[in-house]
């Protein structure tokens, strides 16, 4: 295995763990979880510093959702595709928030140079991680395109504005995700 595989290995089994232990994760857990000797987590990370960055980095990283959007089929109703591509951005951000919270309630606050701050940590930062995502949302709107009244690239937009502004709301009665696609295309006023 390369070492590039081997870190990957380790940061997938650990992601769960730091999840549920937060930074108090110990070295024997990680080695139990990756199922390998203690040494060769820090054969492969200089510390577990390291290894909680590259678990943050791996948390933030849209290719897993990108994967997700990508393979709902454009042939299915658009309600039925932006359900689906809801239901994975909210998942993303579940995994996302789960690991910054416990990293953070087990003391684990590690601010970073503004610098690091920009740049992010999927190619190049926060923005093309979300231009990214756009973009395969505007995929979902195009074969609906002639019927829509805004282009794709605005609904994908709005869509996102109101998908993710609602994820931050979320309360005991927050509407469902299919709730908040039925209200995204046909609003709030009954037909009349």
Same mark, same amino acid.
């Given at each position: 295995?390369?070492? #590039? !595989?081997?870190?990957?290995?380790?940061?997938?089994?650990?992601?769960? &763990? &730091?999840?549920?232990?937060?930074?108090?994760?110990?070295?024997?857990?990680? *080695?139990?979880?990756?199922?390998?000797? #203690?040494?060769?987590?820090? %054969?492969?990370?200089?510390?577990? !510093?390291?290894?909680?960055?590259?678990?943050?980095?791996? *948390?933030?990283?849209?290719?897993?959702?990108?994967?997700?959007?990508?393979?709902?089929?454009? !042939?299915?109703?658009? /309600?039925?595709?932006?359900?689906?591509?809801?239901?994975?951005?909210? *998942?993303?951000?579940? %995994?996302?928030?789960?690991?910054?919270?416990?990293?953070?309630?087990?003391?684990?606050?590690?601010?970073?140079?503004?610098?690091?701050?920009?740049?992010?940590?999927?190619?190049?930062?926060?923005? #093309?991680?979300?231009?990214?995502?756009?973009?395969?949302?505007?995929?979902?709107?195009?074969? /609906?395109? !002639?019927?829509?009244?805004?282009?794709?690239?605005?609904?994908?937009?709005?869509?996102?504005? &109101?998908?993710?502004?609602?994820?931050?709301? *979320?309360?005991?009665?927050?509407?469902?995700?299919?709730?908040?696609?039925?209200?995204?295309?046909?609003?709030?006023? /009954?037909?009349?």
């Amino acid at each position: 295995m390369s070492a #590039e !595989d081997r870190r990957a290995m380790i940061v997938h089994a650990v992601l769960p &763990l &730091l999840i549920e232990h937060g930074a108090n994760v110990t070295s024997s857990q990680i *080695a139990r979880a990756a199922g390998i000797g #203690e040494g060769t987590i820090f %054969r492969a990370f200089k510390d577990k !510093d390291e290894l909680f960055d590259a678990c943050t980095a791996e *948390a933030l990283r849209p290719d897993h959702v990108l994967d997700a959007i990508a393979e709902i089929p454009v !042939d299915q109703p658009l /309600e039925d595709r932006l359900v689906e591509a809801a239901e994975a951005l909210g *998942a993303h951000l579940e %995994r996302m928030g789960a690991l910054m919270s416990a990293l953070h309630a087990s003391g684990r606050v590690k601010h970073r140079d503004p610098e690091q701050r920009q740049r992010g940590t999927w190619k190049g930062g926060r923005r #093309e991680s979300m231009a990214a995502i756009r973009g395969a949302m505007v995929e979902l709107f195009t074969p /609906e395109k !002639d019927r829509l009244r805004l282009p794709p690239e605005q609904l994908a937009a709005l869509f996102l504005t &109101l998908l993710f502004g609602g994820r931050r709301l *979320a309360t005991d009665d927050a509407p469902t995700t299919r709730q908040v696609v039925d209200f995204f295309l046909h609003g709030a006023v /009954e037909a009349g």
